[in-house]
């Protein structure tokens, strides 16, 4: 009886395993609107589990698509950020500031060095309501250069669109790694991830 239940137990485990039939794509993945845009890659493809844009409205998933891009290069302006403090490097008086949440108690701090924290708030500002399309010459959503061209206008269309990719992805990951750590951190197991603890 029990070398049976194992028996039965070992075939329903390796099931699991089996091969499933392949699948055509829905009509309804076929038929999304979204499904070839510059985002819409391995291994997921378009990804919108919430339904956010499944009515194809455009001027919507273009206001989506600028905010995924402005919270991509936030999140890997915070994570070279919290890499480099982590590594030990500090600005000249800010030796004894920590990393991590530990950079917000200044209570310690001298005044000068506590003036840190309007130019934190005006970076938070500028990066509000300054990065953005004020000529309205945008060429894509999250296209900030506002007339200035910085060699973006010389390459050829497939280039920018590997590059717009490469940035997409590299901001997923960077928005995925900050959270990661800020979790962590709090969780108070850094070191088991191998990262140095504040």
């Known amino acids: 009886m029990l070398?049976?239940?194992?028996?039965?137990?070992?075939?329903?485990?390796?099931?699991?395993?089996?091969?499933?039939?392949q699948q055509g794509a829905s009509s309804a993945l076929a038929a999304d609107p979204f499904s070839n845009e510059i985002g819409a890659q391995a291994p997921l493809g378009y990804f919108d589990p919430?339904?956010?844009?499944?009515?194809?409205n455009k001027e919507y998933f273009d206001r989506l698509r600028e905010v995924e891009t402005r919270h991509g290069r936030c999140?890997?302006?915070?994570?070279?950020?919290?890499l480099t403090t982590a590594a030990g490097v500090r600005l000249p008086g800010m030796e004894d500031v920590?990393?991590?949440?530990?950079?917000?108690?200044?209570?310690?701090?001298?005044?000068?060095?506590?003036?840190?924290?309007?130019?934190?708030?005006?970076?938070?500002?500028?990066?509000?309501?300054?990065?953005?399309?004020?000529?309205?010459?945008?060429?894509?959503?999250?296209?900030y250069r506002n007339g200035f061209d910085f060699g973006w206008d010389k390459q050829s269309a497939e280039w920018k669109e590997k590059k717009r990719a490469i940035e997409l992805n590299n901001g997923r990951a960077a928005q995925m790694g900050i959270l990661g750590i800020m979790v962590h951190e709090q969780l108070g197991n850094l070191d088991q991830l191998g990262l140095p603890t504040p």
């Open 3 to 21: 070398k049976s239940s194992v028996f039965a137990a070992l075939l329903a485990s390796a099931a699991a395993f089996a091969p499933a039939a």
């Open 50 to 56: 919430m339904g956010l844009c499944k009515d194809g």
């Open 75 to 82: 999140a890997m302006l915070a994570i070279t950020g919290w």
């Open 98 to 143: 920590g990393f991590g949440f530990k950079a917000l108690d200044m209570s310690a701090l001298p005044m000068e060095v506590r003036g840190t924290i309007p130019l934190t708030l005006a970076t938070a500002f500028f990066l509000s309501f300054v990065m953005r399309d004020a000529t309205g010459e945008a060429e894509f959503p999250g296209d």
